[in-house]
């Protein structure tokens, strides 16, 4: 595959008066899991949304596959193939876990996944099929949100920030699967700030601060002291 | 008339209040959207098969088979024209867009149909009693209505667990944006939902028609009591509405059964008491409403 | 009076989930704090158990000696605490000075000749003077966020407390921002900051707290906190073996 999966090409999205996305350009290649670290705020997540087709850019590209998606809305880009997680999972409270799962084959996208590969990939969730997705717990509910992206057969899968709030042997056991996603083939942009974990599981690692890549490079190549650099825009010594 | 009369002639009441707020209900409960119209939709529904019946002589029940579909389709476009817009120009605009709708039916079927009040013939059922009691009898035609509201409430509860369109509905329902991005194209499904509450609607208003008699203006009033039962049954739940609507319809027979003149009010008493017991429940209690206020 | 603000041992959680986790926190007259911490560390839930929008299930707050902890924002707030929001807010069709009036009317108490001259000294101090009379909906993201400021400090607080205001500004707004926290510190308020933007922040503080799981993990100096390992591993994850 000679052109990239994905290409964002300068653009810029605006959260109220705040420029959150500056003039950002990037290219991800099929079969990739690139890591998008970076400060609260940084403008990690409205990058994400705005690929998604969740958040209006305000100049720039979005191209999917060779074809320009900039303004397509979301529900086509689900349809074309790619799928966001969200942050905070954003489960619909009220349907089952199966429920949740099965509301994804609305992007009409056939492919392997379904909810027995699904339950296989996350086999917690085997008992939970019938609960309410609002009552299981936090990384139950991650799993069941990933699973949901699942169920479209993306080509592309964004994942914003799927370890916040769980505890730490819950996320080892995400990061297990997800890193048997990758390996599969599945293309993946992860939104991450325990670094260690992203740069394990990610081949490339790009960093933004204040709505700029300020970074990026191969996970294997980079400092723990350039991210951190880039991360904090501190230079050694505190100033800027 | 007994206490026990009143009572049951209040839960067939509700069946009717039922019918006709379960279109209000599912419209609100998906799409946030409180449909002022509604009861005029539903009298638009009556007029329809008026028409029907002038013109091709079939009683009324035949005459649905056509006047039904074609509320299915009126509302499918009502959505995707009217009150799509509506929707995204702010939350309450779509109440002034179905207040002004109201308006328009009302000189609409005015203009066409003139002042004159106008019935529809229930036919045999419509005079055929049921003796339950020596002392109590209903009429089979409110047995009916009930239990069309009962079969239509459990249809849509089907169709709301049991299918990818009902799934589709409850996830744009819980968060329009997200189900956007697992490829729902919630303006569709809005507008099924749309659809099939006028349907509804248009159901409701042609059993009204067959019961009382009814003229242009019939509209809003019947409106007030749907919306009432809704609010009683709890909002977003369907079979709420049915308990609502049988709530409603004993408050009122039962308030009439102490006072004739007591029938609305009753109902109303019920009403907002519900109303003001779930406010300060939401709230957080009445302790935490103090606390606020500190 | 040792301190201005000071939380003690303040648990709070939701559900199963334990946001704060034994935080005590002390503010002296004339400081300036800047709490930062990864997502989810706390700091906002802190924020607003000292304003008194949300309640402790544990611990208490005391403002100026006296125990605050059962006192509703509003009160807090007549009592010297101000809060400037993270997304400004303001009433678009009033001006400048209608917006920074009504913070010196209902929060700072006194009459309407107090108010007024409260309202004009938070605008001259946020340096407001020349959009005074603009419509605030008008306004560019600086001005809006120095309007939050002067309409927090109308309201005549002790302590101040600010939650995220740094985000969107280039870098000279930013030392703008900057350079009128140092006036109203200088005028004896004491300052509490919450923020994401670190270079922003040690700019304005001269004290550092770092929170991560509900609790306090660093307190002191800000470079010093800010190369304090547990405080990158906080945020990036603890260093591979």
Request: net charge neutral; charged share 20%; hydrophobic share 50%.
């Amino acid at each position: 595959m000679s052109r990239p999966l994905l290409t964002v090409e300068r653009l810029e999205a605006r959260h109220g008066l705040l420029q959150a996305v500056r003039d950002v350009s990037l290219e991800i290649d099929d079969g990739e899991t690139l890591a998008l670290v970076g400060a609260n705020g940084a403008g990690k997540t409205t990058l994400l949304r705005t690929i998604a087709g969740a958040h209006q850019p305000s100049g720039g590209r979005v191209v999917f596959d060779g074809e320009d998606v900039t303004w397509a809305p979301a529900y086509r880009r689900a349809r074309m193939g790619i799928a966001l997680v969200p942050e905070g999972r954003k489960l619909f409270p009220d349907l089952t876990v199966e429920e949740n799962l099965r509301v994804a084959t609305a992007a009409r996208r056939p492919g392997r996944w379904d909810v027995d590969e699904v339950l296989e990939v996350f086999p917690l969730l085997q008992p939970l099929r019938r609960r309410h997705a609002a009552s299981i717990s936090g990384g139950e509910q991650q799993a069941t949100a990933i699973g949901r992206a699942l169920m479209a057969n993306p080509r592309i899968l964004l994942l914003d920030e799927v370890s916040l709030g769980l505890a730490p042997v819950v996320v080892e056991g995400l990061y297990r699967s997800l890193a048997g996603l990758s390996e599969a083939g599945v293309t993946i942009v992860l939104v991450e700030q325990d670094l260690s974990r992203a740069m394990a599981v990610a081949s490339r690692v790009v960093c933004m601060l204040e709505g700029r890549l300020v970074l990026e490079g191969a996970a294997g190549e980079l400092t723990r002291e350039q991210v951190t650099e880039a991360y904090f825009g501190l230079a050694a010594g505190g100033a800027r | 008339m007994s206490w026990i009369d009143a009572v049951v002639h209040g839960v067939l009441l509700g069946g009717q209040y039922a019918l006709l707020a379960t279109g209000l209900s599912l419209m609100f409960g998906v799409m946030r959207i409180i449909n002022l119209a509604h009861g005029s939709i539903a009298l638009v529904g009556a007029y329809m098969t008026f028409l029907v019946v002038e013109h091709v002589g079939i009683s009324p029940y035949v005459a649905l088979v056509v006047v039904i579909p074609g509320a299915l389709v009126v509302g499918y476009i009502l959505q995707r024209t009217v009150l799509e817009r509506s929707l995204r120009a702010g939350d309450l605009v779509p109440l002034l867009t179905t207040f002004g709708l109201l308006i328009v039916i009302a000189n609409l079927l005015q203009y066409f149909f003139s002042p004159d009040v106008r019935g529809l013939s229930s036919g045999g059922i419509g005079t055929a009693n049921l003796q339950i009691t020596s002392t109590l009898t209903v009429a089979w035609f409110d047995v009916l209505v009930l239990g069309i509201a009962v079969a239509l409430l459990g249809g849509l509860d089907l169709l709301l667990h049991h299918t990818q369109l009902g799934r589709e509905l409850r996830a744009t329902a819980a968060d329009p944006d997200t189900a956007e991005l697992v490829g729902v194209n919630a303006r569709a499904v809005y507008a099924q939902a749309t659809a099939i509450a006028v349907g509804t609607a248009a159901l409701a208003g042609v059993f009204y028609a067959m019961r009382s008699n009814f003229d242009p203006t019939s509209g809003p009033t019947e409106l007030i009591y749907a919306f009432e039962a809704v609010v009683i049954g709890g909002i977003g739940s369907l079979w709420g509405t049915l308990v609502g609507g049988i709530v409603l319809g004993v408050a009122q027979t039962v308030g009439a059964q102490i006072n004739v003149q007591y029938f609305a009010l009753a109902g109303h008493v019920v009403f907002l008491s519900v109303l003001i017991f779930r406010a300060v429940r939401a709230a957080g209690g009445v302790r935490v409403l103090r606390r606020a206020m500190s | 009076m040792e301190h201005v603000l000071a939380a003690v041992g303040v648990r709070k959680r939701f559900g199963a989930l334990v946001v704060l986790d034994g935080v005590d926190l002390s503010v002296g007259g004339g400081d300036a704090v800047g709490i930062v911490g990864p997502n989810g560390a706390g700091k906002t839930t802190l924020l607003n158990v000292l304003a008194g929008s949300l309640s402790p299930d544990e611990g208490r707050v005391e403002l100026l000696g006296e125990d605050v902890t059962e006192s509703g924002a509003a009160r807090r707030c007549r009592l010297g605490v101000g809060r400037a929001h993270q997304v400004p807010r303001p009433f678009g069709n009033m001006t400048v000075f209608e917006n920074v009036l009504v913070g010196a009317a209902s929060g700072g108490g006194g009459g309407r000749r107090k108010a007024y001259e409260r309202a004009i000294e938070a605008v001259e101090l946020c340096a407001l003077e020349a959009l005074a009379n603009r419509r605030a909906e008008s306004l560019g993201l600086l001005d809006r966020k120095r309007l939050e400021l002067a309409r927090a400090v109308a309201t005549g607080p002790r302590v101040l407390l600010l939650d995220e205001i740094g985000g969107g500004l280039t870098d000279a707004e930013a030392a703008e921002l900057v350079a009128t926290v140092a006036e109203l510190r200088s005028r004896g308020i004491a300052i509490v900051w919450i923020e994401h933007i670190v270079h922003v922040l040690v700019r304005a503080v001269d004290r550092l707290v770092c929170m991560d799981q509900g609790r306090v993990i660093a307190d002191g100096e800000p470079a010093e906190v800010m190369r304090d390992a547990k405080v990158i591993d906080a945020y990036l994850g603890t260093a591979a073996a």
